[in-house]
């Protein structure tokens, strides 16, 4: 019973989808809704409004950055719900066989290198993702990357003592509330046309500009970073 259920609630979904998509307007033609007024308006005024020479940032922080805070509590939620349902208790014995293989002297130097280049990158990315390709989400993902290999190749003890779960969660729990608060204090001012100070967007093309921009960024960032780390090292072994 329980499986003709599933089949009958199943086959509902997919025709309710396939109803939704034979709605939707055919591919190319000019009065479709994405071919509206406010993708002109974000074209024309978004470096003007916002101070960044990136258009993409400056709609996803800025014009709909409350989406961007809701995605980012969705990451945060789901690296919690993972925490709760993935994490147990660590274990008095080393996995001996396992730390000794990642252990390579050979992995070891070449990462002393490697590391750090990818850190820089991302860094990079998050920092310039106003003016250029890139932001926190891409950014975030690199340093989370490097994350990772850091702990494949020096093993969970040296690792742990690195980048400790307590500090992690610290740092994650943090920035989604700064996030938060940036974002309100600057949506409740410009919507009540409050006199209160706010950010300068600065010259567009410089690091320092944009408003909320740059540090928004660098808030993203750290909530994927410390979210993909705490992805793999639930998944890899359940302990952090």
Known sequence: ??????IGITAAL???LLLGVNELPKFGQFNNPANNEVAHYYIENATKETGAMNIVTGIILDYRAFDTFVESSVLFTASIIVLL?????????DI???????????????????????????????????LSPGGG????????T????????YGKKFTDKLLPYRRLITYLCGAII?????KGYSFITGGNHLNLPQPSLGTPG????????????ILVGLIVAITIYFFFTLFDGGEI
Request: net charge positive; charged share 15%.
């Open 14 to 16: 997919i025709m309710i």
């Open 85 to 93: 349902l993935l994490k147990v208790e660590k274990h008095s014995q």
């Open 146 to 153: 490097s994350f990772i290999l850091y702990r494949i190749v």
């Open 178 to 182: 700064f996030y938060g608060v940036l």
């Open 1 to 6: 019973m329980k499986k003709i259920l599933s």
């Open 137 to 144: 989400f891409a950014g975030g993902t690199i340093i989370g």
């Open 96 to 130: 001996e066989s396992h730390e000794t293989i990642l252990k390579s002297t050979i992995l070891k130097q070449v990462s002393k290198v490697l590391i750090p280049c990818i850190q820089i990158f991302g860094i990079y990315i998050i920092l310039y993702g106003h």
């Open 206 to 217: 410089h690091i320092i500009s944009g408003g909320f921009l740059l540090p928004l960024n």
